[in-house]
């Protein structure tokens, strides 16, 4: 039955669900009740519902709108029963697809590197038993306002991998035959933990972008709350010069007592607006889908590795099959030694006709599910495979080249020779192995990183030690590096262009390229890294920080023209996963907003090494000390080749010129000689 509007539809069908009768009028809908829902809620046993507030006025019907206590209370009652059930999707008529016919579509529809698809068996009717779970998030975006979303997600039962999104939709608008059917087994633990995690992380995502919308009024609370506290200590501090000997301890304790009372105030107000969310789930849903499983193989040359298809009628595709190693869904590579994904088989010897300006294209999807774009006409080559395109160059603003020991990048692959220099403990490898490095592809290790991205494999230990990596995967976990170069939903993701690798004279190796998004335009990436161990990680940035920093820290016309280009760096920073403490907080929120949240990971990670491995007695950051945090900003934006003056950082931070010019002197001495910071 369908209603006038959506409050009536909903409780309706509650209603219908008690026992109750429905009628469609044209005012909404009236309902005859049953005798325990009378009771329950002090109903006549005939109400009308309308949505008019004419109607309601003059007719005597119940206005049903959002908020009204009838469909709280029946919402209330929907989600403490939960909405379990199972289903199946009706079985297509007919014979089975025969081993020809799916040999052709898995041919068109999976690749491996170096290898043909070949279908070696007949196909066995089976089920596909896919999860759907539901949840209400509630988000608190502050101390009285709260929002309700409704999220779902639809993984596989067994495993808790995600659907492809097709056939998310497609189950979603199908008619479904309801009951029991034979054979069902109950989701694993596994399979419903990752539904939760897959919930929380959309929740996360979604409480980044309410931090957003709430940040300016939370900066303005908390520009109260400090104008407040200031003008206090002000007066308690010219009293205190005033004043004599026998009130000098009497005052100083309620300086003291006052600022104590500042840290707790400022953070109960970021208590009151900073969004948490609450998740409840409430649907569990079991769908049989029709499907056929062939055994298939992934032959290369006289080798065969066998490889499982799940072939699925609805969709008139495959699955895409997983690697046998990580069980992720990449594209396969056929090796000599066995089956892989591409990060997990070693990289095949590139062809030493490849320019060092060339470009490596895959259309690999990065995220399981999303449909792949194909060529045409001549340019039409398989999914996946990668095409060289030696005589295209870089744009000139997609990001960095190599790095170079100054900072500063440069095109050039080959490192240059140069004057001796004093040892600073860092072991320079052979120029040999650079070259290899250089002649290599950048395609691998990307699509590698973002992969691990987009699946929430990515850790701080795959990062260097006291790198910008480290101290970002530490305050925003996977998601951190999309933030950096401004994708708001890792799951947008679709595909990947990568260079060749540039390799500097310190060994450390880059490669720039774009992602490509879901409805939205190329986002350009560059991507540093340190061959040779497994924690190799060092950075990545949306801002090409070291060709642009010298202009950021201008003020003249170029500095605001560079601001204006690049205003969607310069965002307050998202909420981090950990605690900071109060001057870290500020170090983080006004380096983002100045040089974007790549540059505000080099200033954290100067500061947590700094914190670290100050042994002075007064080095502790629980109180607020923002000329330390202008001082920690200094020594980075110094080996970025910034011109930015004490003056200047004391101006940004609110602080005394003279104390940021005592915390340089202090800090400096710790980082300035360093090896462990090696960006």
């Known amino acids: 039955m369908s209603t006038a509007g959506s409050g009536i539809d909903f409780f309706v069908g509650y209603a219908e669900t008690e026992g109750a009768l429905a009628e469609l009028v044209p005012e909404g809908a009236v309902l005859l009740l049953p005798e325990e829902m009378r009771a329950a809620l002090n109903l006549p046993e005939e109400v009308g519902l309308t949505e008019d507030p004419e109607t309601a006025r003059e007719d005597g019907f119940v206005l049903m709108t959002a908020g009204h206590p009838l469909l709280m209370n029946a919402a209330g009652t929907v989600l403490a029963r939960g909405d379990v059930g199972c289903s199946s999707l009706p079985r297509p008529t007919g014979l089975p697809p025969t081993p020809s016919a799916l040999e052709g579509k898995a041919r068109e529809q999976i690749h491996a590197d170096h290898g043909r698809i070949d279908v070696t068996g007949t196909p066995e009717a089976t089920n596909l038993v896919v999860l759907r779970v539901g949840a209400l998030l509630t988000y608190s975006v502050s101390i009285d306002e709260r929002v309700q979303e409704l999220e779902e997600v639809w993984v596989h039962a067994d ?325 950096v170069i401004g994708v708001l939903d890792a799951g947008r993701m679709t595909a990947i262009t990568a260079s060749t690798v540039s390799v500097d004279s310190d060994g450390i190796c880059s490669t720039e390229g774009d992602l490509q998004c879901t409805a939205e335009a190329d986002v350009p990436f560059t991507l540093f890294w340190r061959p040779g161990s497994r924690s190799n990680l060092i950075e990545v940035e949306g ?62 990670a100067a500061w947590e090494y700094a914190t670290e491995r100050d042994e002075r007695a007064d080095s502790s950051t629980d109180n607020l000390d923002p000329s330390r945090a202008a001082a920690m900003e200094s020594v980075v934006s110094k080996r970025l080749g910034m011109r930015i003056t004490a003056p200047m950082l004391a101006e940004r931070y609110g602080c005394a010129v003279d104390d940021v010019r005592r915390q340089i002197k202090l800090v400096q001495p710790v980082v300035r000689d360093c090896t462990d910071l090696r960006w």
């Not at 005033?242 to 007592?257: G, I, K, P, Y």
């Open 159 to 483: 495993t808790g991998r995600a659907v492809p999104a097709e056939l998310s939709e497609r189950l979603r608008a199908a008619a479904l035959e309801l009951g029991v059917w034979a054979g069902i087994m109950p989701p694993t633990g596994e399979s419903v933990a990752r539904a939760h995690d897959l919930l929380c992380a959309r929740a996360r995502r979604r409480v980044d972008d309410l931090s957003r919308q709430t940040s300016v009024r939370l900066r303005g609370q908390l520009g109260v709350v400090d104008d407040y506290y200031g003008r206090v200590l002000s007066s308690i501090d010219e009293r205190l010069r005033r004043c004599a000997s026998d009130r000098v301890a009497m005052l100083t304790e309620q300086a003291e007592a006052t600022k104590r009372e500042w840290a707790r105030r400022r953070s109960e107000v970021a208590d009151d607006l900073t969004p948490s969310f609450e998740v409840r789930p409430f649907r569990l849903h079991l769908i049989a889908v029709p499907s056929y499983t062939v055994q298939g193989v992934i032959r290369r040359g006289a080798r065969a590795h066998p490889v499982p298809l799940t072939y699925v009628p609805i969709l008139s595709s495959f699955l895409r099959p997983q690697c046998p190693a990580c069980a992720s869904e990449s594209v396969l590579v056929a090796g000599k030694d066995g089956l892989g994904c591409r990060s997990c088989m070693p990289p095949p010897p590139s062809p030493g006709g490849v320019a060092a300006t060339g470009r490596l294209r895959s259309r690999e999807p990065i995220v399981s599910g999303t449909d792949v774009t194909k060529g045409s006409g001549k340019d039409a080559r398989p999914e996946g495979r990668p095409m060289v395109q030696p005589g295209r160059t870089l744009p000139e603003g997609s990001g960095g080249a190599a790095r170079s020991t100054s900072g500063s990048k440069s095109a050039a692959p080959t490192p240059t020779k140069r004057a001796p220099k004093r040892s600073t403990g860092r072991v320079t490898p052979k120029r040999s192995g650079a070259r290899e490095l250089t002649a290599q592809t950048g395609m691998r290790t990307a699509m590698s990183f973002w992969s691990s991205v987009s699946s929430g494999e990515l850790r701080p230990r795959d990062a260097v030690p006291n790198s910008p990596m480290r101290a970002l995967l530490r305050l925003y976990g996977v998601l951190g590096p999309a933030y």
């Open 543 to 604: 801002l090409p920080l070291a060709r642009l920093a010298p202009l950021l820290g201008r003020r003249d016309e170029y500095g605001r023209m560079l601001h204006r280009r690049y205003r969607k760096f310069f965002l307050p920073p998202p909420q981090p996963m950990v605690e900071l403490d109060p001057t870290a907080e500020v170090l983080l929120d006004r380096a983002a907003q100045f040089g974007g949240l790549g540059y505000a990971m080099r200033c954290m």
